[in-house]
């Protein structure tokens, strides 16, 4: 691994540039007193250089890892992109910490091998994880990250863990004010207020909370096809499309599926929305409440955020919708965009402007010099 000056010239040729203005540049009375004033002032100029290019080769990483994969982002101190790789999961709350930190630890190789930037020369990392809510859990993924680096030889500057909500958020708008409402498997809204504090609603988890998720969204939709096999209620269509695209199409084969098989509930998403578009009246219901759930979520998150920027002047907040079930137009966005619009006039639904991982690189170089170091 080289050297490289602020010019992209690594140590030697530094090294013969120092010679070559040795050669041409001496001033000195004798031979002696020439050589030696010539080399001091070579030593003054290359180590001046020298520290200036380990300056300006500060390296950021930003990384936002969930359940299916792991994107990785290098910048240098300008925040100019050197280098973004993707690879495979690192929720660590479903493969562990020591799998996870495994994963995190070799795509931020793979980036520094393909800049040719020694992994030490990286000064601060933010990842957003899923699974990272709770600040007992980011700290043991980063011990368990700090370790992995270790085990190699490699000592990381600045190390945060968050959640992938935050950095998304930080993402979306560029670390400006605003609301983010994701609803994929799970469902959470989080907002950063004008005065720059963080606010969040929902997350709780699909046992008491994930209203309106694609969880609770399958849940729902499996209950009414339960209740019309047994003829309290009418779903012709969507009971004939889950018997169709899923073979659960008598009560044995659902709860052996639902409760020996741990079936995918949130499968079920797209079957329950092109009911919906066919007119089944139960299936539309339940977009509806995914919807009015989901709409209550950001009503609660916008007057959080209001509360902490009390006495200052009101704007209106933009607001992102992101995850599995917000990013392409179907009936459930097209009923959750009308509900906020009609209901919250101080929200401006936009799309994001960055990715996670950026926004996490935004964090990266925004924290270094305020959070916790290695």
């Not at 690879?87 to 709350?93: A, H, R």
């Not at 009246?281 to 955020?305: D, F, G, N, P």
């Not at 209901?343 to 994001?352: E, F, K, Y």
């Amino acid at each position: 691994m080289s050297i490289c000056d602020s010019q992209g010239r690594d140590f030697e040729e530094v090294m013969r540039f120092g010679a070559r203005r040795k050669s041409v540049g001496r001033i000195g009375k004798s031979g002696l007193d020439h050589n030696r004033g010539s080399f001091s002032c070579f030593s003054l100029q290359f180590w001046l250089l020298f520290l200036e290019s380990m300056k300006k080769h500060d390296l950021y990483v930003g990384i936002d890892g969930g359940g299916s994969k792991t994107a990785v982002v290098l910048a240098d101190h300008q925040g100019i992109t050197l280098a973004r790789v993707s690879g495979g999961p690192s929720n660590f709350q479903i493969i562990g910490t020591e799998k996870a930190s495994s994963v995190v630890f070799s795509l931020i190789e793979h980036c520094c091998a393909t800049t040719r930037y020694s992994m030490n020369s990286i000064v601060s990392i933010v990842a957003g994880l899923s699974g990272a809510g709770r600040e007992s859990d980011r700290s043991r993924m980063r011990d368990a990250l700090i370790a992995r680096a270790r085990r190699s030889g490699i000592t990381f500057g600045h190390l945060v863990i968050e959640s992938d909500a935050r950095v998304a958020l930080e993402g979306a708008f560029r670390g400006k004010p605003g609301t983010i409402l994701i609803a994929g498997t799970g469902s959470i809204a989080l907002g950063k207020a004008l005065n720059g504090s963080i606010h969040r609603v929902g997350g709780w988890g699909r046992v008491i909370g994930d209203e309106g998720s694609g969880y609770a969204i399958g849940q729902e939709s499996l209950n009414v096809v339960s209740r019309h096999h047994d003829g309290r209620i009418s779903a012709p269509v969507l009971a004939k499309l889950i018997a169709e695209r899923f073979g659960l199409d008598a009560q044995e084969r659902i709860i052996t599926a639902v409760y020996r098989e741990q079936f995918d509930l949130a499968s079920l998403v797209p079957v329950v929305l092109e009911a919906a578009e066919k007119g089944d009246v139960e299936s539309r219901r339940i977009v509806t409440h995914a919807a009015v759930q989901l709409s209550e979520m950001v009503r609660a998150l916008v007057l959080k955020l209001e509360g902490a920027s009390r006495g200052m002047r009101r704007q209106k907040l933009p607001l992102a919708m992101l995850g599995g079930l917000l990013t392409n137009e179907t009936v459930l966005t097209k009923i959750l965009a009308q509900k906020i619009v009609f209901s919250l006039p101080q929200i401006t639904i936009s799309n994001a402007e960055l990715p996670p991982e950026e926004g996490a690189l935004l964090l990266a170089m925004h924290t270094a010099k305020t959070s916790n170091w290695v």
